[in-house]
């Protein structure tokens, strides 16, 4: 099962991402953290996560 996430956060400006993810039995809440770990290690400045929408419509913050 594919879920779709955006990720909307605040750096040096506000900024979002998203994508969609294969779940592989995992809860989407595990995928999502995972998935936020991961940008943050891309990013060479801190972040602030705003807010998490799974599937479009549903907040995970």
Known sequence: MNITIDFHFKAKS??????SLQLNGRNPEKM?????KRIIKELSFHANLENVIVEGDRDIT
């Open 14 to 19: 506000k900024a979002s991402r998203h994508g």
């Open 32 to 36: 999502t953290y995972y998935w936020w």
